[in-house]
């Protein structure tokens, strides 16, 4: 699979400390209504390991976009 258990590690250990809002708006047409729920469902499923490698990338493809801007703020 294209996405390492290195970065799955990365992005639990973010998501474990960052202080999340309410909702978001990644990029125009991507909104979150529930960060928080947002959050712990991709966390769960990416963690389970039985995700096809498309479905996977695509997963891992907003959690760093929500990552990228949550380290700005």
Not at 30 to 41: E, G, L, T
Not at 42 to 53: D, Q, S, V
Not at 63 to 68: A, D, I, R, T, V
């Amino acid at each position: 699979m294209a996405n390492s258990v290195k970065e799955f590690e990365q992005l639990t250990t973010f998501f474990s400390k960052a202080k999340l809002p309410a909702d978001i708006t990644l990029e125009p047409g991507v909104y979150i209504p529930d960060v928080q729920k947002f959050v712990v469902n991709n966390l769960k499923a990416l963690g389970t390991g039985e995700m096809n490698e498309v479905a996977a990338t695509g997963r891992y493809y907003r959690m760093n976009q929500l990552k990228e801007l949550l380290s700005k703020k």
